[in-house]
């Protein structure tokens, strides 16, 4: 079972509690947005209809990793965040997307495997499948350059090397 599957279960998730889903289990994305900015993480660039945040949280087996449940149709996709710099060098192999002020690194299409850096985090975005939508997604967050020759804080470097969970 993949990190994707087992958010909604896993039981050290802890959610973040000045976020209060509505009746379906959405969470309004301008309280993301405050939150994520007071806080000093990331928010997804969420317009009317492109997607829903249904969990942002932290998980007390990574607790300096932010992650957010996004969903678009029948897809979810997990973003991950933590402050550091991506290392190039952890990701030379990876396909490389331009986007914005720097690029996205596919790690894997199958399960989907993204990581970028912007302003001082590292996110990683993971899905099952459907890499377009996953792409989309990736692109809701800022993208900008990693600075080259900073040591890297990449989530779960085990992945990165040995495939995507």
Not at 7 to 20: A, N, Y
Not at 39 to 57: D, L, Y
Not at 78 to 97: E, I, Y
């Amino acid at each position: 079972m993949s990190h994707v599957e087992q958010i909604g279960s896993d039981p050290d998730f802890s959610p973040v509690v000045e976020l209060p889903a509505d009746g379906s289990g959405v969470l309004d994305p301008q309280q993301i947005a405050r939150w994520a900015n007071d806080h000093g993480w990331a928010a997804p660039n969420i317009g009317a209809g492109t997607a829903r945040v249904t969990r942002v949280g932290f998980s007390s087996a990574e607790p300096s990793h932010l992650e957010m449940l996004i969903e678009r149709g029948s897809a979810k996709v997990l973003v991950r965040q933590t402050h550091g710099a991506l290392d190039v060098g952890a990701v030379a192999q990876a396909r490389m997307v331009r986007a914005g002020e720097g690029a996205l690194y596919v790690i894997s299409t199958r399960p989907v495997h993204i990581v970028w850096q912007s302003h001082g985090r590292v996110f990683e975005l993971v899905a099952q499948d459907d890499a377009a939508t996953a792409m989309d997604i990736a692109l809701l967050f800022p993208v900008s350059e990693p600075r080259q020759g900073i040591s890297s804080v990449v989530t779960a470097l085990a992945d990165i090397v040995g495939g995507a969970k």
